[in-house]
């Protein structure tokens, strides 16, 4: 049997058969636009919430965790010490908020071999870069106002010197001001439950249903260590900037200061 002829379209039929070709491409542009979009709107939406700290962040780690933050801090860290793991969370594509808390520790590599201020300065605006990058919400979080110096007495001044993080020099809230001017979207101050007035005290009244007269009066709780900074009325053993130990009692302050940062 023989196959039948192929016969051209009529020339009267062409500029019809053009008009539906570009038609047709019109439909299947708007087509793959509508899959592209399908597939977007398939990409689970960012939820994780992670929060980069020192030893403040790191004391307070189970009660963050309970609301749901995914901790990432070491006692006498810096910036600069988490910026790799920035970018390695940032890159996931699933966070969709950082809390970052640095009190101004000097004590790594990354940051004794530069000026201390100019350096906070550079790394929190890094660090809010690389968040923005991803369109990641970021916050930064004050600490609370630890003891001033001249407060202290000569044998704590010189704990404080060999052992402890930053205290209320000018330079703590030099560090908190070049943190807070980084471009962040939000700003957390933990000061009004645990140093009201940004003014350091040792104990705070008791709250609702909590542990009262924690190594204090009744009706008040232990708010700080003894190194005046850290929020374990027990902790004693620091090294570097590092808490060593787990807290013994029950710390009030620990919980205000997760209590704030969610509510930031």
């Not at 020099?169 to 140093?195: C, H, K, R």
């Not at 005046?228 to 787990?246: A, E, K, M, R």
């Amino acid at each position: 049997m023989r196959a039948a002829a192929v016969r051209p379209l009529p020339r009267s039929t062409w500029r019809c058969t053009a008009g539906l070709s570009r038609t047709c491409g019109g439909w299947l542009l708007a087509a793959l636009l509508v899959c592209a979009g399908a597939v977007t709107a398939c990409t689970p939406a960012p939820t994780r919430v992670l929060m980069f700290g020192d030893s403040i962040t790191m004391e307070s780690q189970h009660q963050l965790s309970a609301h749901g933050i995914e901790v990432h801090a070491f006692g006498g860290t810096a910036i600069c010490d988490w910026l790799a793991a920035m970018r390695t969370q940032a890159a996931t594509g699933s966070v969709r908020k950082v809390y970052l808390e640095f009190v101004g520790n000097r004590f790594t590599a990354c940051i004794t071999s530069r000026p201390e201020l100019a350096a906070y300065a550079s790394d929190a605006v890094t660090a809010v870069a690389i968040w923005r990058a991803h369109h990641v919400r970021v916050v930064w979080v004050r600490p609370p106002e630890p003891r001033p110096v001249a407060a202290a007495s000569l044998a704590r001044r010189q704990l404080v010197a060999a052992n402890a993080e930053l205290l209320a020099t000018p330079s703590f809230d030099e560090v908190q001001t070049a943190e807070q001017q980084a471009g962040a979207d939000a700003y957390v101050d933990t000061d009004p439950l645990i140093a009201p007035g940004r003014v350091f005290t040792p104990t705070v009244p008791c709250r609702g249903s909590e542990p009262c007269a924690v190594l204090a009066p009744a009706g008040f709780d232990a708010a700080r260590s003894s190194d005046g900074v850290h929020l374990c009325p027990t902790t004693s053993g620091i090294i570097n900037g590092v808490v060593t130990g787990v807290c013994t009692v029950y710390a009030t302050s620990e919980q205000r200061f997760a209590d704030q940062v969610t509510n930031g």
